[in-house]
């Protein structure tokens, strides 16, 4: 990408997003691609009107940016990167830390849980307008391309202020024995009981032993809304919660320990968990996990433990700072449009 001077915004734009293994086990539909091509094109159009002078899409292998800007007329510069070839979340990581190098004033990320954590693995503090392109949406926002565009474009530019229109997200620190640098997650950090990453995305709750969460919403879909059910952490609330599980309804030689919750684990459908222990979490907090099993990040299997060895998970507060789109248009919108009161009575 070149690193032409302007105000710019930087689009993540995941292929992978909304078609892992959670479709097709829940009542969920698949995200198509049409659907992401539209959404790019869309948030490029409304960058532009926010303020922002270039535009940078992050490539891959299905070629959604170059699809998305095929005969789009904007009066800026639109710029599609080569893909870096992994086919897999660090492409999205790469393109964060590469946006940050070069000066982005916003990044906008289409895709779930999971595309959010690249982009913050990739640019810890990335200004982030997160939308909702995935399977579990606990993280980014329901929201119209077009204004997320906007809202992205008003604060590269300048004509919305990050402390008037930004909010730094928590993020999870997870450090383990043999890592060199700690992983990262938004939502939550469980501990399964398998022996392998394997598809990756988790869809049997019968297998998670323990939760740690940062985000825990009554109205979330997703492993967080069982901690959601006993202990409920609001996203701008302060540090989290820790949740240990018993076992489920369905194993017949299961001897409860606790309390039989239901919560919505997956679209389309709730499970029985039995609730062993809960416990809120100060930011900074440490929780051990210990193995055999597989930590997973924001809905992911991602690390590996052996028997015995442990992952020690904490709860901060210096994540991504998070765009409030409606913020900032109206901010500025107050900038271009000073009409004040009086306007009424014209």
Known sequence: MSEAAGPAVGIVANPLAGKDV??????????SDAVKIGAIRRAVVGAIEGGAERVLISGDRARLGERAVAGLEVSGSVEVAEPHGWHTGRDSQLAAAQFRDMGVGAVIALGGDGTQRDVATGWRTAPLMPLAVGTNNVFPFQIEATVAGFA?????S????AAEVTSQAKIIDVTTQRSQRAEVALVDVCLVRSAFVGARAVWDVGS???IVAAVAEPDSVGLSAIAAAVAPVPRSGAGGVHVRLGCTSRNERCSQSGRLIRAAVMPGSYSEID??????LRFGQPVVLTGPGVLTLDGEREIVLDRGERAEVAVNSDGP????????VAA???RR????PAVADA
């Open 22 to 31: 959670r479709r097709l086990t829940s009542g969920a539909t698949p995200v």
């Open 152 to 156: 992205a474009g008003a604060l590269a």
């Open 158 to 161: 300048g004509q919305a202020h």
């Open 208 to 210: 998670v032993s323990e």
């Open 275 to 280: 609730i062993a222990h809960c416990a809120q």
């Open 321 to 328: 700072l998070v765009i409030d789109a409606g913020a900032a």
């Open 332 to 334: 500025a919108q107050r």
């Open 337 to 340: 449009y000073p009409f004040g």
